[in-house]
């Protein structure tokens, strides 16, 4: 077998056996391959797509390219959630606490946050003493002792998926759906759980900016988990505007908190409690969706998902202070709207950079978090402000954020005409959908 002769038949648009995905995979992790052949053949798939086998072939050949999770200790079904990023995107915080209240048993691997998305594992790390530092046995009893645990991902998961995505990232063939959802479910897939809920974020703050290619990632990364025997569901949900209220790694922990006590923004609620739904149905904890969304609602009702997530935080070395006490910045910059009107649009990427740049998010891996700086909002799509109202509070540490206040301002577009509010969830893709 000669890659030269793989590159080829990809390009002539013919379909790879799974035989020679292996080989391909094999041969470049052990640098038997170079560089430049597999750049030929990613932009080969880039222009010609995979099949679903061909898609399940090369996930499972990154997948087993590496160290695989057992989580076999842990009893009953494992479920997990993954979601492709977006700003402000505090759910794991949320729902994974309010999905072990219920019953569920919650063992999630997470990473950090790059670019104008935030990391579970920032946010986390910014309460005194929290440690995602846990050792496997302890990870498996947390999660048989509590329903929940969190911590990193061990470097020696998915090494092709790393080298691969590295390659991608300088060849423009990053925006590839087979590549995409081989890479995502890799690493989900030797993450170890039973049940995979994705959450696949669309617009102006997320990777995929239609509907129509959500759909289509979604699809195949359900195909794909389906092809080996897992049950995966895909939630398609807005991000043309933040999530939540507010960006930013402690205002997010504080906002996470707020809405387990039925405090929390509409839309953040709302996308919890129906993924939510999905993870305790699919762990058989009920026979119905609906009784799920029951069970799951009452959970932030009777505060068991607030103790939940005390538990949670504490059980992992966390101490969380007066949360009157647990935000420390030089000052907080109020940023007013210059006109009267509807909210129309909320520029989610804008708002993400601009908090990056405060220090709440990195622009290269090697950057410092400061995790008390960030953004919160006080108006969202479909509100009505009159002019001078404040719509953002900036958390700061830096002297000078004369720029930095007209990107808030300006990722505001105001409108004379009603507006109404965005759907948070557009539509939800399982294997009868594939």
């Not at 998010?361 to 978090?369: F, H, P, V, W």
Request: aromatic content about 4%.
């Amino acid at each position: 077998m000669r890659i030269v002769d793989l590159i080829e038949k990809k390009r002539d648009g013919h379909a790879l056996t799974t035989e020679e995905i292996n080989f391909i995979i094999e041969g470049y992790v052990a640098k038997d391959i170079p560089d430049y052949q597999i750049s030929a053949l990613l932009m080969a798939i880039y222009f010609n797509g995979m099949t679903t086998a061909e898609s399940t072939a090369l996930t499972m050949a990154m997948l087993h390219s590496g160290e695989t999770i057992d989580l076999s200790a842990i009893k009953g079904i494992k479920v997990d959630k993954h979601s492709t990023g977006g700003v402000g995107d505090k759910t794991t915080l949320v729902l994974g606490p309010l999905v072990a209240a219920a019953g569920a048993k919650v063992a999630k691997l997470s990473g950090r946050g790059l670019g104008h998305t935030g990391g579970t594992l920032d946010k986390l790390e910014s309460i005194p003493g929290l440690s995602i530092a846990i050792d496997p046995k302890d990870f498996s009893k947390q999660v048989n002792d509590i329903g929940i645990a969190v911590a990193g991902q061990t470097a020696n998961v998915c090494p092709a998926d790393k080298l691969l995505y590295a390659l991608r990232d300088v060849t423009a063939t990053v925006p590839s759906i087979p590549l995409i959802a081989s890479s995502i479910m890799s690493k989900k897939l030797a993450s170890g759980s039973d049940v995979i809920v994705l959450d696949v974020k669309i617009g102006d703050g997320a990777f995929m900016k239609t509907l129509e290619d959500a759909k289509e990632l979604s699809k195949v990364m359900v195909g794909i988990g389906t092809e080996v025997g897992k049950e995966v569901v895909a939630f398609i949900t807005d991000m043309n505007q933040p999530l939540g209220f507010t960006v930013g790694n402690k205002l997010e922990v504080v906002e996470a908190l707020e809405t387990l006590q039925g405090k929390g923004p509409e839309d953040l609620t709302t996308l919890c409690v129906e993924i939510g739904s999905y993870m305790v149905y699919s762990a058989k904890i009920t026979d119905s969706i609906d009784a799920a969304r029951e069970l799951v609602q009452q959970q932030i009702t009777n505060k068991h998902a607030h103790d939940k997530q005390l538990e949670f935080l504490q059980a992992q070395g966390g101490k969380l202070p007066d949360l009157e006490q647990f935000i420390h910045v030089k000052d907080i910059v109020s940023v007013h709207a210059d006109t009267g009107g509807y909210i129309a649009s909320i520029k989610a990427l804008d708002i993400g950079l601009a908090a990056m740049k405060l220090g709440a998010g990195r622009a290269t891996k090697e950057d410092t978090i400061d995790p008390d700086v960030g953004i919160k909002l006080h108006k969202k799509v479909g509100d009505y402000v009159d002019q001078g109202d404040v719509l953002a509070s900036i958390y700061t540490n830096t002297s000078s954020i004369d720029d930095i206040i007209a990107e808030v301002q300006q990722a505001y577009t105001i409108s004379k005409d009603h507006v109404d509010k965005t759907p948070i969830i557009y539509e939800i893709i399982t294997k009868e959908d594939i």
